[in-house]
Each structure stands twice: as C-alpha cells, then as structure tokens.
C-alpha cells in the first residue's frame, strides 16, 4: 500500500457520498481515480487525492448534468491542466532564479 497521510475506503466514501459501489467501479473503470489498494472493489482504499477526484466527478455530474464519459474525459483535461501549472510555475522559478544572478 502507497504510504498516504489520508486514506479513505471505498466503503467510507459510498456512505460519506451516498453512491453505490458500482459507481465507484464506473469511476474507476474511466480512470478518474485508482485505489491505492484491494483486490476486491468492496476491499479498494483510495489516497486523499484518489478520493478528491472522485468528489470532483460526483459534483461535475450533479452540476453538469454530463454523461460519465463525458466526465472522464473533464476529469482528464483537468489533470492535465493542474500538471500544466504545477510544471509553469516551476519553470518560472527557475527562471527567476536564472534572471537573478
């Protein structure tokens, strides 16, 4: 199992959402978030960032009103944005850095 300050069961996410574990499979399924551990989906665990992607599908969908596939592919651009600016504003400081001296 991934070492994760946060943990959460899928068991704790279906009663704290109040989804079904065929939803979370679905989620799972596109890819939205992996379990960082079980081999069962009744056994899954999820990491806090696992479980906060999960979160953002449930309220895109609510929201939205967007098919799950639809989700997904949201979901991916997302990440994908996030890694963007994670990768941006490093560049940026090296750059700084650069610039300084």
Excluded: H
């Excluded at 704290?16 to 679905?26: F, K, N, Q």
């Excluded at 994908?80 to 850095?97: G, H, K, T, V, Y």
């Amino acid at each position: 199992m991934k070492n994760s300050l946060v943990q959460v069961t899928v068991a704790e996410f279906c009663e704290r959402e109040g989804v079904d574990y065929r939803l979370v499979l679905t989620l799972v399924e596109l890819e939205i978030a992996q379990p960082i551990a079980g081999d069962d989906v009744q056994e899954w665990v999820f990491d806090a960032t696992g479980a906060r992607w999960l979160e953002k599908a449930l309220c895109l969908k609510r929201d939205l009103e967007l098919e799950w596939d639809a989700i997904g592919m949201l979901v991916l651009l997302m990440r994908q944005r996030e890694e963007l600016q994670r990768e941006n504003a490093a560049l940026q400081q090296r750059l700084r850095r650069f610039l300084a001296d």
